[in-house]
């Protein structure tokens, strides 16, 4: 799989950041890198957890275009989802539901290769069931390093310093032993179900996507790394974690360049 600054045509920096002029500029580049990694891969299927959120959004609508309807992949690739709201699929509420506003109604994907987050049962039982779709993909009970889970994980960060649905100061930060797990947000509507630490770390690429200079400040706190009570800091992964921004993202981080 090619790195990303060769998908994305721009240097990282050696604190593992890129940054691209706007938004537009954000999904551009990560549809390119993810249809060329997707198209480059020999080994099995490229394997991503989609993250909720608007940055995402505006990615997975540029996939929906002329270009990727024709060219991508759309065989080869199976989509998870690295969190999801406790709410109907069809609910606006739904990521699953985003993404196929956005993209999987507009292009040629089969429907298997779309794993949504179970969530017709107890919150408790459709993690679990999540967790065991994945088990069976990985063919594995646990994680062996050198063999990743996923090819992509595609995360945001809140305002809280959340990411997928690992919120402050809730117990499935400290799981280290399920792949999915519950989350019940302070004061974030719907339970959650998401990926856990352990989930996300087994990947080739953690990338994380930010635009907007209303995420400038906590960007500049999650890079610290200094405040493990961010959910965002804790983020590992076995392979290589990007952020990438726009430039109204990184108006704080002028120190780290
Ligand atoms: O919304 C979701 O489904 C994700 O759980 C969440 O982690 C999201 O990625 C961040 O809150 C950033 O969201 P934005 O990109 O909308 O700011």
């Known amino acids: 799989m090619m790195t990303i600054d060769e998908g994305v045509g721009h240097d990282v920096t050696t604190a593992g950041i890129i940054v691209l002029e706007d938004d537009d500029a954000v999904a551009h580049a990560m549809a390119a890198w993810l249809m060329q990694s997707a198209l480059d891969k020999e080994d099995g299927p490229l394997v991503l957890a989609l993250s909720g959120g608007t940055t995402p959004k505006r990615l997975l609508e540029v996939m929906a275009g002329p270009e990727y309807v024709a060219r991508f992949p759309w065989k080869k690739c199976q989509f998870f989802y690295g969190d999801e709201r406790h709410v109907p699929p069809d609910d606006p509420d739904s990521n699953y539901h985003m993404s196929c506003e956005a993209l999987f109604s507009h292009v040629p994907v089969p429907p298997e290769n779309l794993h949504p987050v179970p969530t017709g049962g107890s919150p408790e039982a459709d993690a679990a069931a999540y967790e065991a779709e994945l088990k069976k993909l990985y063919g594995a009970e646990t994680f062996e390093s050198g063999r990743p889970l996923f090819d992509v994980v ?104």
């Open 154 to 257: 595609m995360l945001g960060i809140g305002p809280d310093g959340h990411t997928a649905s690992l919120f402050p100061r809730q117990p499935v930060l400290e799981e280290t032993r399920r792949w999915v797990s519950t989350c019940v947000p302070d004061d974030a509507p719907h339970v959650r179900i998401t990926l856990t630490y352990p989930a996300i770390h087994s990947s080739r690429h953690v990338v994380f996507l930010l635009t907007g200079s209303e995420k400038a400040a906590m960007l500049k706190r999650v890079r610290r790394g200094d405040d493990a009570s961010l959910p965002s800091s804790r983020v590992t992964t076995e392979g290589t974690m990007t952020f990438v921004i726009d430039r109204a993202a990184a108006e704080d981080l002028s120190d780290e360049r």
